[in-house]
């Protein structure tokens, strides 16, 4: 956003308060409407320290107006801005005291004044530099002088929402332009004498008033109850704990986390203790989440700008909003003893030595600043829809008022011949102005989208969201994640594969995890270690009560041992199992991963962990306070021991079949790095052990080479084709004592691994994904996997859900890359910093100029490329820059690709041109593949990421265009290419089940989060399905609300037509319609027929053409100005034939004196009041969309129910007149024989009507289209041309057409970009890979491409023979009117459709 100072002009003030006393309030009325006018008229621009006001834009455009307010401070600058003084050149002056604060409040952000960098900055990023510079002293609180300064900063942690008055709500409500708009012509109809018509709309508006102001309390105190929280908490200030409320919380505030709070009051970060939340609100996830205590390396990584985090920093944050399902006290903080010795001083009394004495956090953000304050705010506050119609239906009302003002003009020639008095003039003008735009027209607008809510809300599936609804219609392209989405979200343990060490390769499949020994080769000597379910102690060194076992632990080493002491009799396949996990306990039920705990109840073994003070005191172990140190017992947070054995207790009472594995330390499973570990040891062992699982490839990088089975790729390329999720295991023995168990990095710990084997899951399909993926293959909707699971895997699941077709081949790309590279440096990235700061691979490979492709002047090392192959037969692969198919004529050698790793950069590139020439003298162009285009390519991440970040433009979209399965996508990866379907024009769905795809569904055009909660931050839609079939449901709802939209907005507007049709014939004698004829039309046949037009229900199956989504596009536009001629037509004919009909007399009037009145009773009045009558009715049925975007019609009861009544009762006037309905309608007599007429021309204005709209229209609509083209061109060359020179900006029409080229028939090279001149619209482009030469050398892409148009190549479009006499200024011959008629404005994406002959489904 942008803030500018304002203050207000004394003088200009008061001029604007006089001009609004002149005008009757008109002025200040415009000025509330657009409040630019006010700023400019009335503000003067003021320096931002001075200004007595801020005025904000935003990105949309849209401005609003902040008072600034101003209190005095005391505190330095870092208390108001904290770590952002200590950046930049400025941080010299953290120190400075601050006397007074000038701040302001926009959309519940809160923004304060920097006196030296002379702008506002919100405080939602502020961080305290203590807790990056010295993290330990975080844990002592806040005083009672930091939080008076804290307070002025960041006021009370409520979500309070301001409840505006009754009488600001209908003020508000009153002064809409619409109501503004409806006060006016009720005035002017009182002035008209049309007192009944008046009357009920004033009641209907006033209705409309009252009924929407008891909706938008009820909204807003809904949300309000949502929104506030509060709950007593303990927090520790000055040192001491006291008792508090939530409200009083503020950043730096520690607080006590305790299980009675249900619901967590504010953002923070867990500093001692574990818990376990819900986090539906937030991620959509119903999965319970565990949080662990903070790291310090976690501050530097915050971002408290976002609302959410990664999931390496979320892990240790509780969100505000977010459920409290367990917590306990177990696990110490980064703090350790430090932060235990606090708690002696305030006299707690902790229940086991070594563990806090209760569980802490500190506070990171409040109030609105928080991730619910976040969901609040968008809630409030939605996006500005970028949806066309809306916009388009403004310009087409502003259409339909010239059309009126042109009315208006031709009439006034008749009213100065009957001599009007210039006041009824002007009466008269305005009333035309209140028939062509119909008062309702704005509110029939959103009838679609009620109808449509309703009825998704019917199925489970809720929206924040309305303005999203018609943008549903317009989805082309549906992403979806796998896991929990395409399948179902448990996995069934199909067995193990462990390493066979003699064979060096794979076992047999053992279907029952059960059956694997329980323990290693190596068995303890003794029950000896001292931890359990009851007394969860790990004796560290206790010599005096244990009897000196600690030194069993002691060890100097924290390298991995050499390959040969790395003995792998020492590790257990089932020790991996049971405990390489991240399952908790809650009320006696595991939760957790639904494959974690799949995982670990196939083994049978019993898992325990501290449940609480009771359970977590050990009777048996009795510590003195004195005892409690650096060598106190340290607990241990979980135990797991096989079925059917006892437990270890000090006293030996616990039996002596004792077999437990205590879990020390756990590495949750992170998204980038693909792989969990844990560090455990078993009960008498004088070593730890460390499991690791993860995704295949990224634990094989981590093992040692000779541990890897020679049958490792046949293995895992078998399960994944047939797919079945693959999970690798490894492991290792490690000797080391507690502290520097604890202090160990993760990296160390997942290094040097021993490979044990393959851990298989089936994951099947749910029932309904095949047949939705079938329905929206049929309907053309193009459907993409993105998932973070084997790309094999992927495929083989594509395959079966029929998204990737049987006979369609599949091409994987394989990323060869410099052995510089190694994926452990990208690993220790993410590590510490929680993401890639710099590009990946090849990053460096090309340098990208200007327009974002490949610089081949650029002298660069290779350090990457990308080779793509066919997942089924190496003779095929793909070329590396068109992606177009070749079939090799042999093999690729292994020479040329040996690996995926290049000694040097030398060899990168040596490879690279081998490889280029094995393409040049091995390969040729698949033309029956390629003419078919049945095709596509399979993504996996780290290609993705190059791919990005490297790859030209054209070869970026092209492989966006072929992919139909992304696999191992880190949550990121999955919003980026979202966003990146959005830059080539597709309108993108994308359904998930939260978690890691918050990102993607917040980037969508349409998010889908298949959750419980009803509203979630994550996506504009949540369904309570936990299938797929609710993506269909939103679709077919999209688009009958979107066609539901077009036919009102149509049918409104050619109603207004009509009704200014009959008003402007009727002007010609001074006549006009009566009141109760415009009540009987307005109130009786438009409004029921234009709400039940909306309440036709969807169709039940997906068409493939979309309904148009433009308003102004050719086939609307010739679609509604043919209804207008026919209709208007018909009107006209029947007044000329009035006047001929028997018992015909002119218009008279009882007083000849009284020119200024309406004549309202006469044979032209009756004539055609009767005809538009009939084609209000008529309009209706035929803009009355059914099939295939909504039913039949014939299923809207309501709307045939009033079809009929009020068709039979127009024909019950015109066949069957009376006096009492003559008088009421100030109706004539008319002949029979003309009653018969009007009914000839009823019954033919609906035939007309109806071939017109559903055959003579659409097949006029592309010559329309053209024709539109050829004024276009025409206006441009002959009237734009003579200003080119004076206006320089004003393009050559020739080259924004795409018509450029020279008839020479030289060659012409351009610039291959997705971004150049619009002539690619029309041209190929194709990467010539028999002559690499011609190409970049670095693999940054082609410099040049050869343009051609139509199917011949050549420099230019194809002309016509002839016409060579006239030449532009430039020397180029002027465009055919083939050329100029051609459509040239396409969607990127549809231009690479048509250039690599992609099929239509696509």
């Not at 409806?182 to 709309?201: F, K, M, N």
């Not at 730890?688 to 094989?700: C, L, M, Q, S, T």
């Not at 369904?1023 to 993506?1031: A, F, K, L, N």
Request: with cysteine; proline share 5%.
């Amino acid at each position: 956003i942008s803030v500018r100072g304002m203050s207000y002009s004394s003088l200009s003030l008061w001029i604007y308060s006089l001009v609004g006393i002149l005008t009757l309030g008109v002025s200040s009325l415009l000025c509330r409407w657009i409040p630019r006018w006010k700023i400019q008229w009335t503000m003067r621009p003021e320096h931002l320290g001075e200004a007595d006001f801020a005025v904000i834009e935003d990105e949309f455009g849209s401005i609003s107006i902040e008072g600034i307010r101003r209190r005095s401070y005391g505190g330095t600058l870092e208390s108001i801005f904290g770590s952002l003084t200590r950046k930049g050149p400025l941080h010299g002056h953290n120190d400075d005291i601050v006397s007074s604060l000038a701040m302001f409040t926009h959309r519940y952000y809160r923004f304060v004044y920097h006196p030296y960098l002379e702008k506002f900055l919100p405080n939602a990023c502020w961080m305290d530099s203590r807790w990056t510079r010295s993290p330990t002293v975080i844990r002592s609180g806040l005083t009672h002088d930091v939080c008076g300064l804290r307070t002025a900063i960041f006021g009370n942690n409520n979500i309070d929402i301001e409840e505006k008055s009754t009488g600001k709500l209908l003020i508000d409500e009153v002064l809409n332009p619409f109501y503004m708009f409806q006060v006016g012509s009720i005035i002017l109809w009182s002035l008209e004498d049309y007192y009944y018509y008046a009357a009920c709309i004033l009641l209907i508006s006033a209705s409309g008033i009252i009924e929407t102001l008891i909706e938008t309390r009820r909204n807003t105190r809904k949300i309000k109850e949502m929104a506030h929280f509060s709950c007593p908490v303990r927090i520790l200030r000055d040192g001491s704990w006291q008792n508090g409320s939530a409200e009083d919380l503020l950043p730096g505030d520690v607080f006590e986390v305790v299980g009675s709070m249900h619901i967590l009051p504010c953002d923070a970060v867990l500093l001692e203790g574990d818990c376990i939340v819900n986090e539906s609100m937030l991620t959509g996830e119903s999965v319970p989440v565990a949080k662990v205590p903070v790291i310090p390396s976690v501050f530097g990584k915050m971002r408290l700008a976002s609302s959410t985090f990664g999931s390496d920093i979320a892990k240790h944050v509780l969100f505000s909003g977010t459920r409290l399902v367990r917590v306990k006290k177990n696990t110490l903080g980064f703090g350790g003893v430090r932060w235990l010795d606090l708690e002696k001083h305030q006299g707690s009394q902790r229940t086991v030595i070594g563990a806090p004495a209760r569980a802490t956090a500190m506070v990171l953000r409040t109030g609105f600043n928080t991730t619910k304050g976040a969901l609040i705010r968008s809630i409030l506050f939605p996006r500005p829809n970028k949806f066309k119609f809306y916009e388009d239906s403004f310009r087409f009302i502003g259409v339909l008022a010239v059309i009126a003002l042109l009315g208006f003009l031709a009439s006034i020639g008749n009213f100065l011949r009957l001599g009007l008095s210039a006041n009824v003039i002007a009466i008269r003008a305005l009333d035309l102005v209140t028939v062509v735009v119909p008062p309702a027209l704005p509110a029939t607008m959103s009838i679609g989208v009620s109808f449509a809510l309703s009825r998704l809300r019917k199925s489970h599936i809720y929206c924040i969201s309305p303005t999203r609804i018609n943008v549903c219609g317009k989805i082309n392209v549906m992403c979806f994640d796998k896991t929990g989405t395409l399948t179902e979200e448990g996995l069934d343990v199909l067995g193990v594969r462990p390493t066979d060490a003699e064979s060096s390769r794979f076992a047999e499949l053992v279907e029952d995890p059960c059956s694997l020994p329980v323990g290693p080769a190596v068995a303890p000597s003794a029950p000896s270690s001292a931890f359990s379910s009851v007394g969860s102690t790990f004796a560290a060194n206790m010599h005096s009560t244990l009897g000196g076992l600690a030194s069993l632990d002691r060890s100097s080493s924290m390298t991995s041992p050499p390959r040969r002491l790395a003995d792998p009799s020492k590790l257990s396949l089932m020790h991996a199992l049971a405990t390489c996990h991240a399952v908790k306990l809650v009320d006696g039920q595991l939760v957790g991963d639904p494959l974690d705990v799949k995982m670990f109840e196939a083994t049978g073994w019993v898992f325990e962990e501290q449940e609480g003070e009771e359970a977590v005191g050990n009777p048996q172990v009795k510590l003195s306070s004195a005892a409690v140190g650096r060598t106190a017992a340290m607990p241990v947070p979980a135990v797991v021991r096989p079925p059917n054995t006892d437990r270890f207790t000090l006293d030996g009472a616990g039996g002596t079949n004792v077999y437990e594995l205590g879990i020390i330390r756990t590495f949750d499973f992170s998204a980038a790095l693909r792989r969990q570990s844990v560090v455990t040891k078993r009960l008498g062992a004088r070593y730890n052990e460390v499991y690791v699982k993860g995704a295949p490839e990224a634990i094989r990088e981590l093992c040692y080479s000779d541990t890897i089975p020679r049958d490792f790729d046949s293995v895992l390329l078998d399960y994944t084709n047939h797919g079945y999720r693959v999970i690798a295991v490894a492991g290792k023995p490690l000797k080391m004592s507690w502290p520097k168990l604890q202090r160990l990095k993760r990296d160390a710990v997942e290094a040097d691994l021993i490979f044990m084997g393959f851990l298989i899951f089936e994951n099947k399909l749910k029932p309904t994904t095949e047949p939705v993926i079938q329905e929206l293959r049929a309907a053309k909707i193009r459907q993409i996997m993105c998932t973070g699971d084997n790309v094999l895997t992927a495929i083989s699941v594509g395959r079966e859900c029929a998204m990737v077709p049987e006979d369609m081949r599949v091409y994987i790309p394989r990323l060869v890359r410099r052995k510089e590279i190694v994926p452990q440096q990208q690993q220790q990235q993410l590590t510490n910093g929680g993401g890639h700061s710099e590009p990946p691979l090849g990053s460096d490979s090309s340098t990208r100029d200007s327009n974002g492709n490949g610089n081949a002047d650029a002298d660069i090392d290779v350090r990457a490329m990308v080779v793509w192959e066919d997942a089924e037969d190496e003779l095929r692969v793909l070329d590396p820059y068109t992606l177009e198919p070749r079939a090799a004529t042999a093999p690729v050698k292994d020479r040329l690709v040996s690996s995926d790793m290049a000694e040097t950069s030398a060899e990168m590139q040596r490879q690279q041109q081998q490889y280029f020439g094995w393409l040049h003298n091995y390969t040729n162009p698949d033309i029956e593949l390629l003419s078919s285009g049945n095709y596509c390519v399979a993504v996996t991440g780290e290609v993705f990421r190059y791919m990005m970040d490297t790859a030209p433009d054209v070869t970026v979209g092209r492989m966006l265009m072929r992919g139909a399965v992304y696999a191992r996508m880190s949550p990121d990866e999955k919003a980026e290419l979202v966003e990146r379907l959005q830059t080539i024009g597709y309108c993108t769905g994308f359904c998930g089940d939260g978690a890691n795809d918050c990102g993607a569904l917040r980037a969508a055009d349409v998010g889908l989060s298949l959750s419980e909660a009803e509203a979630s931050v994550a996506a504009p839609f949540t369904s309570h399905s936990t299938d797929i079939q609710c993506v269909l449901e939103v679709i077919r709802e999209g688009r009958a609300a979107l066609v539901t939209s077009f036919s009102c907005f149509k049918y409104m507007a050619l109603y207004s037509i009509i009704q200014f049709t009959s008003v402007s014939i009727l002007y010609e004698f001074g006549g006009g319609l009566g009141d109760f004829q415009f009540l009987f039309i307005d109130l009786f046949i438009i409004v029921p027929l234009a709400i039940f037009m909306g309440r036709t229900p969807a169709f039940d199956k997906i068409a493939p053409k979309r309904p148009t989504a433009n308003l102004m596009s050719k086939k609307v536009l010739t679609s509604l100005f043919g209804q207008i001629i026919i209709n208007s037509a018909i009107q006209a004919i029947v007044f000329r034939l009035v006047k001929r009909s028997e018992n015909y007399s002119p218009p008279v009037r009882e007083d000849p004196t009284d020119v200024d009145s309406l004549l309202i009773r006469s044979f032209e009045n009756t004539a055609l009041f009767l005809a538009s009558s009939f084609q209000y009715i008529l309009v209706a049925c035929v803009f009355s969309i059914g099939p295939p975007y909504r039913q039949s019609n014939l299923r809207n009861r309501g709307l045939v129910t009033t079809c009929v009544l009020l068709s039979a009762f127009t024909v019950y006037l015109v066949m069957w007149p009376n006096e009492w309905a003559n008088d009421v309608f100030e109706l004539v007599m008319i002949s029979e024989g003309f009653r018969q007429t009007v009914m000839v021309f009823a019954v033919s204005n609906l035939a007309l009507s109806a071939v017109g709209e559903y055959w003579l229209f659409p097949w006029l609509s592309p010559y329309m289209a053209k024709a539109g083209r050829i004024a276009k061109y025409m206006f441009r060359r002959h009237v734009l041309s003579r200003f080119r020179r004076s206006y320089s900006r004003i393009p050559d029409y020739e080259t924004s057409m795409g018509i450029v080229g020279s008839r020479s028939g030289s060659d012409t090279e351009t610039n291959v970009h997705a971004n150049c001149a619009a002539a690619m619209s029309t041209a190929k482009y194709r990467y010539d890979s028999r002559h690499p030469e011609n190409n970049n050398a670095d693999g940054g892409g082609s410099s040049s491409a050869t343009v051609f148009f139509g199917e011949n190549e050549a420099s230019g479009p194809t002309f016509a023979q002839g016409d060579t006499g006239h030449h532009l200024e430039d020397g180029r011959e002027p465009p055919t009117w083939e050329e100029i008629t051609r459509k040239t404005e396409f969607k990127p994406f549809k231009r690479i459709l048509r250039d690599m002959g992609i099929p239509a489904w696509y």
